[in-house]
């Protein structure tokens, strides 16, 4: 409807009156409110009048058809009235940065939208539009090296990128058909789409720009050369193919100005006031550290096999500097065979390679992840073909202080610290063992260092139920007790705690508890899953030691 | 080579022809041996574009004058074309779809509203947990995983169940995806948004700052002596005022005198009915307890302690002088019979219900009783010197759980179930009606300063008002987790108790200023335990040493106990 419509497209959210009972009539059933000047906002705008002469041209062109003049449907057709949300895009994001900011939706959207088969749903155009958009977004990714992490949950992909110094997060679906429901409006989310590919479409000529290269695309005229022949003409149209070669993300970009490879330009310093010398070193490094993770591929030579997801890993891959190819049957755009001996990683999804060739690692596709999210090329071991994966563990989560840390998070953080817990250990498992118990000791240790608020709220309530216990009033032959002064003082503490809280106000204490509930909840989970981990190791263990003994007998 | 028919059943022995036919047949060729299927076809009309018209017939004349109908439509077009019904084609409209927006970013043109705006909140973004091969304590148990699909899908906390697939290639297709993408857009344009502000408080900072227990000493903190000897529930205590014998009255029917320093029972006092209340007289020149029993408060000398005191109050009731007309009483004063004087029973006071509570006068010549009655004769004031009693009220003003006398001045305190009433005595008339903003007050206590009262109530609240500052509790608070059964205050020292149902005395410092512009300040400094539940009863009556910072507290499983 045109409200909705509206709605979406300016971005009008409802409001939550102050006073519901007031606005609502004395009643408190729920309902939606807007605010009046908002709907006054919405009838200003100069859309609605476009909006209602499509409507009297879709009328028109129903009677005309009707009535079979298709003259007057060819001329109706001609003058077919259009609109544009290009003032809308400006209005609602009156700054570029505020567009980035809001970007993550629109790409979640168009890159859902461009896996869409091309019937039916939506409209063929919007499918196009979205997968070239959703392309070009990629190519600027690639180009300017911003793609930060990548997780693959099994919802589906997740990327960030840093644009401009804002992380722009979105999500794509495995390459599978959709199993369309019927319980989703998609008029609703065509509207939203048709106001995202404006959006996206204005965001990526400023990328590009920004730049230095052309809008729209242009593939870099000497990779262009190279491929030419290499393709030939399997591609029927042309016009087509031109998407679909930009789609292969294999080759990079035309600029407007001749690249100079002056990459390593050497930032100036601008001393801050206020800041310490360690700081701007700390920056330094930083910065360091950021160049170097965007040339984490670079110099390296993959190929993907044709059972692994290519879009995914060409994309990543590139996007750090990589070269990559594939097989020239399974999509337009390989650069080299898979026989190429300067291939250094080949990257396979079967449990077993048949021919190896040696020289080259082959690698299960979480590799190329894991490493990304790690920022260093992780040892190859784990990853062979056919062995069990270590964890893959989402890059967006930041352990605060006691929250659990899994022992996988753990051996990273100390190899990008540049320890190697896992060298020396692999020569036998008892060591192995030992080390992993030593592993949990030393989280048991983190456990208490970073835990005491938690260890004093299980000592309140040992000692709530250690005081709810009658004391049992008998005079025995006494044993000389040792008074325990820190536990006295300590006790006495908590008494006086427990006194103050019952002094508090209501509203207070309400508060209080609820905060303390929340802590409690968020320590009991963090132990639930370090103590899950701990059953699940052994049982681990245990099963190895049979395995074992199974084969000494 | 013989078939059978099956239409007419009988048996056909085949020619070579038919034979070969069949096999013709068999093999896919055509029946007929002379048939040639790849024979060239035959044009039936050429492909060679031919000069000469079919036909011979010469053109109309028609074709060669001009038509009137089209005339006459041209002529349509021109005057619509004149009259500009008809327009041009509009010309392509060749500006570029997309080209930089941002190019002039002006300040100036951010609308007001965009102030005001508020983004809308980006999603959440995956933890562990969602990964496709997560570790395996995020993985769902058995019964986590019941659980998860016995919630609401709105109250999960994941909207997903973890799972681990081996490889990348294992990993299928997520089947809500579109779902929640629409979830998304409708969160986008249909969720009302508004900036909450976080409460970001260290919640040690919400702890009231209060001066510590330790520097508010003295006061009870452990369990010193148990009473035993009641077989039922301890309703009633009182101490005397030297604070040397405490009395007890039980549900068991009998009045038990202890030493309060050695928990010695020192007599016990059948009375064969449950006793309601128990009063030591305040006046230390007396030795007499008025006990509640049933429908009488007996007067009793216990006969403890200096021989020349009890003498002096059994003088002193001896030397009434009946008056010498009859004055009409709302009760019987009785003297007992010589087995009940024998007992220590001095006088009996009949009423015509039963009497809940009784209290005495700080000079220790007035008692007070209430009758368990709906009437205006609820409260009764006697005078134990002249054996003369008065129903003061005329009205009642709802049920009366407690009354009190005021420790200095001629106040009497009347709490019903909601209010407490101060009458004056002396004028006859009510001064203040407090508010205790409890639903139902079961005990009251008046500070020994007498401009501070406490009531405890039977929805686990304690009030305590400041009778300068308002009628409105000063302070309410609800330390309990039961029933508050009775309050008490110190006489010296600035303490007070509470017991309750759950069991325990909460003992709170309530310093009470002389200065009239600091108000009273309270602090909890202990919390007693002892006593065990009985009968979902915990604590019946608490009550404080008259001298030593000590309270006793009488309860439910029948013992006495005290705390120093």
Known sequence: SLPRRLCILKGIYPHEPKHKKKVNKGSTAPRTFYLLKDIKFLLHEPIVNKFREYKVFVRKLRKAYGKSEWSTVERLKDNKPTYKLDHIVKERYPTFIDALRDLDDALSMCFLFSTFPRTGKCHVQTI?????????????????????????????????????????TWITPYAFAHDHPTDVDYRVMATFTEFYTTLLGFVN????????????????????????PMEGKEYAMDS???????????????????????DEVEMDEFPVEGETAEQMDAKKKEQEALEKHKKLFEGLRFFLNREVPREPLAFVIRSFGGQVSWDKSLCIGATYDATDPSITHHIIDRPRVENQV??????QPQWVFDSVNAKLCLPVADYFPGVLLPP??????????????????????????????????????????????????????????????????????????????????????????????????????????????????????YLYKKIMFGKKRKVREANKLAAKRKAHDTALREEKKKSKKAQQA | RTVQDRMTGADVTLTDEQVELVQRLQKGQFGDVNFDPYEPSVDFFTHEVMIHPVTNRPADKRSFIPSLIEKEKVSKLVHAIKMGWIKPRKPKDDTPTYYDLWAHEDPNSVLGRHKMHVPAPKLRLPGHEESYNPPPEYLLSEEERLAWEQQEPAERRLNFVPRRHRCLRAVPAYPRFIHERFERCLDLYLCPRQRKMRVNVDPEDLIPKLPKPRDLQPFPTTQALIYRGHTSLVRCLSVSPGGQWLVSGSDDGTVRFWEVST???????????????????????????????????????????????????????????????????????????AEERGKGIRLIVQHSKPVKQVTWHGKGDYFASVVSDTGSRQVLMHQSSKRWSQAPFQRSKGMVQCVSFHPTRPFFFVATQRYVRVYNLLKQELTKKLMSNCKWVSSMAIHPGGDNVICGSYDSKLAWFDLDLSTRPYQLLRHHRRALRSVAFHRHYPLFASGSDDGTVIVCHGMVYNDLLQNPLLVPVKVLKGHVLTLDLGVLDVLFHPTQPWVFSSGADGTVRLYT
């Not at chain 1, 000529?205 to 030419?228: M, T």
């Not at chain 1, 040696?358 to 690698?363: E, S």
């Open chain 1, 128 to 168: 196009q539009l979205c997968r070239r958009l959703a392309v070009e977004f990629q190519n600027y990714v690639i180009a300017s090296r911003s793609l930060r992490k990548v997780f693959l949950s099994i919802k589906g992909i997740y990327y960030q990128a840093e644009v401009l110094g804002q992380p722009v």
């Open chain 1, 205 to 228: 000529f400023r990328l590009y720009h920004s730049l230095n290269l052309l809008y729209p695309p242009k593939i870099d005229s000497q990779a262009d050369a190279e491929l030419k």
């Open chain 1, 240 to 262: 087509e193919s031109y998407l679909e070669r930009l789609s292969a993300l294999s080759s990079s970009l035309a600029r407007v100005v001749a690249p100079t490879h002056e």
């Open chain 1, 358 to 363: 040696v020289g080259r690692y082959y690698l």
């Open chain 1, 392 to 509: 893959h563990l989402s890059p967006f989560v930041t352990e605060q202080e006691g929250d659990y840390v899994p022992p996988e998070k753990l051996k990273l953080l100390a190899l990008q610290r540049g320890e190697n817990p896992d060298e020396e250990s692999e020569e036998e498992e008892e060591e192995e063992e030992e080390e992993e118990e030593d592993d949990n000791d030393k989280e048991e240790e983190e456990d208490e260092s970073e835990k005491e608020e938690e260890m004093k709220l299980k000592k309140m309530e040992e000692q709530k139920t250690q005081s709810n216990k009658a004391l049992p009033v008998k005079v025995t032959a006494g044993k000389v007790r040792v008074e325990d002064k820190q536990r006295l003082e300590q006790e006495q503490q908590s008494e006086e705690k427990r006194l103050a809280i019952m002094m508090m106000k209501k509203r207070e204490k």
């Open chain 2, 263 to 337: 928990a010695r029972c020192m007599r016990t006092l059948p009375v064969g009915a449950v006793v309601k209340s128990v009063a030591w007289n305040p006046n230390p020149t007396l030795c007499l307890v008025a006990v509640a029993v049933e429908q009488s408060v007996l007067l009793v000398n216990p006969c403890l302690g200096d021989k020349l005191l009890f003498g002096a109050t059994d003088q002193l009731l001896e030397a009434y002088v009946p008056p010498e007309e009859e004055r009409v009483q709302p009760v019987q004063w009785v003297p007992p019979s």
